[in-house]
């Protein structure tokens, strides 16, 4: 709510001063105008590493939790098959790769502040510059330009929280977008209604291959499953085991093959 408070009321802040310095004096706000460009490409360039690298730790994320949720399901087999180092390594690694992404997001977060004041500074260091050959050729008085300083570092706090603002939109941005992946499903009436029989044989999967927002999960996969018999689906975390059985549901549709439901004569 903070950060949209200060999207709203700091761009009308900036106007208002862009004009008194306007009216002022026009050549050193042109002068402003043509670094600007440049000082908000340097500014923008961090909320950008910001928003890939916040994607990219989500999906780490996604990944340590599923493992965690594997691990403690199936704890007993763990112990069984003595694979708890196994398991231990992979926590591990996801934990690592998580960490060190964590650590480059709050580097980069921190880094708008004190990159937004450099870049202000040297903005109004260029201005002093410029007001000052102004001043000795007598286009501009001494303190019409000390007013004009004035109000132009009065830009640079506006412009901090505006910056900082941005990035952690971008950030909430990711996040909005990782829970639509998770909770949007498909609606009763988008699937294809199949009618299945009451009793059922067999399932049979046909060289099935499966596609998630254009990603292959499974590619030419042939297997029967008989009434009464139990059948298991072995995999790594996101190898796309849920995905082939959800397919039956009807959750994701085959982009090839044939799923054969067989009834009872």
Do not use: W
Request: aromatic share 8%; charged share 20%.
């Amino acid at each position: 709510l903070q950060g949209l408070e200060i999207i709203f009321r700091e761009p009308v802040y900036i106007a208002i001063m862009v004009g008194m310095l306007l009216y002022i004096s026009v050549e050193m706000t042109v002068g402003v105008v043509v670094f600007l460009p440049v000082v908000v490409l340097l500014l923008n360039l961090p909320s950008r590493i910001l928003k890939k690298s916040s994607e990219a730790a989500q999906q780490v994320m996604d990944s340590l939790i599923s493992l965690v949720e594997e691990t403690i399901s199936g704890i007993k087999a763990i112990i069984v098959a003595d694979s708890r180092n196994f398991f231990k390594d992979r926590f591990n690694s996801f934990h690592n790769k998580f960490l060190n992404r964590s650590i480059r997001i709050f580097r980069l977060r921190d880094l708008a502040s004190p990159l937004s004041e450099f870049l202000g500074v040297s903005v109004v260091l260029g201005i002093i510059l410029m007001g000052s050959i102004l001043v000795i050729s007598g286009e501009i008085s001494f303190p019409l330009f000390m007013t004009y300083t004035a109000i132009l570092t009065q830009l640079i706090p506006p412009a901090k929280a505006l910056l900082s603002s941005y990035m952690y939109v971008q950030k909430g941005i990711v996040s909005l977008r990782r829970i639509e992946e998770i909770m949007v499903m498909p609606e009763e009436d988008e699937r294809k209604s199949v009618d299945c029989p009451d009793e059922i044989n067999s399932i049979s999967y046909v060289n099935c291959s499966i596609s998630v927002n254009g990603k292959s999960i499974a590619k030419d996969i042939s297997f029967e499953v008989f009434r009464g018999k139990p059948v298991c689906i072995m995999g790594r975390t996101g190898s796309g085991k849920s995905t082939i059985v959800e397919a039956f549901l009807n959750f994701h549709q085959i982009t090839s093959g044939t799923i054969m439901i067989l009834s009872l004569i």
